[in-house]
């Protein structure tokens, strides 16, 4: 299997690493800032007798180097910065993304598309619509990670081990999201039944802050340990066509409601991408919260 990266920033370099040193696919590492990608590669091979992986990886910024991936995951773009917004990342990263798919799409025409660049679920519709590719071809990586971090939130609240919490988070990568309460259990318990309403909502606030609190830590960056694990279980699923239920950003054509817009829904992952959208049966409230919450994505479409 080729994986291209696009992006050797925090996140793309990570998931580089998480990827060779687990020996499922070579890797082609891309960046614009010449030498860029070209020299995390080379730290990357420095490493290997000491890792012990045998996959290769090659850094270039030169996009014919993508020719023949079978995944393409788009990390490049802006980071947001301590008070901006997702949607004032909508007019830097548009661009971005128009330019890496114009000079992806012809050279790895059956890829499959993975995009992390913020606002996700703006540019995941962005690539879909540039690249012309079956929707089932491209997503975005978000319900992944923000089921992740609501797993972590529940967990560290309980003190109970993070195996113990299911959960699903649907909906807008951003302070919308939809935490599935009707779907969330601890130790096979339901949430409802351990906590007040008011707990839940206090925990699902914390969620919601997740992403902005680790900006304001940082100050200069974004999150990228966590996103790149999230792409990392995206890409395990696809390369061992584990059909796996997971939240990614993908396109509803009348799916729970929704046409014409990206958004976090419920996907099976397999060797084709998403082998199927999955229906689960939602108590109606929060139906409608998944509805609401793809509200300011399908406005922010107005503006690309």
Known sequence: MKISIIGAGNVGATLATRVIESGAADIVLVDILKGMAAGKALDMLH?????GYQRSIIGTDDY???KGSDIIVITAGFARKPGMTRAD????????IREVITKTKGLSPKAIMIIVTNPLDVMTY???????????????????????????????RLRVPHKEVETIVLGEHGPNMVPIISRTKVSGKPLASILQQEEIEDLIKELSECGAKIVEL???TSAFYAPSAACFFMIKAIAGDEKRLMSVSCLAQGEYGMSG???GLPVKLGKNGIEEIVK???????????QRSAAPTKEALLSL
């Open 47 to 51: 490493a290997a007798p000491i890792v």
């Open 64 to 66: 014919v180097d993508t």
């Open 89 to 96: 990342l909508t007019a830097k990263n548009s661009a971005v």
């Open 126 to 156: 962005l690539a879909f619509k540039e690249s012309g590719f079956d929707r089932k071809k491209i997503f975005g990586m978000a319900g992944v990670l923000d089921t992740s971090r609501f797993v972590h939130t529940i967990a560290n």
């Open 218 to 220: 940082l100050g200069s």
């Open 261 to 263: 817009v990206c958004t």
């Open 280 to 290: 689960l049966d939602l108590e109606p409230r929060e139906l409608e919260a998944l």
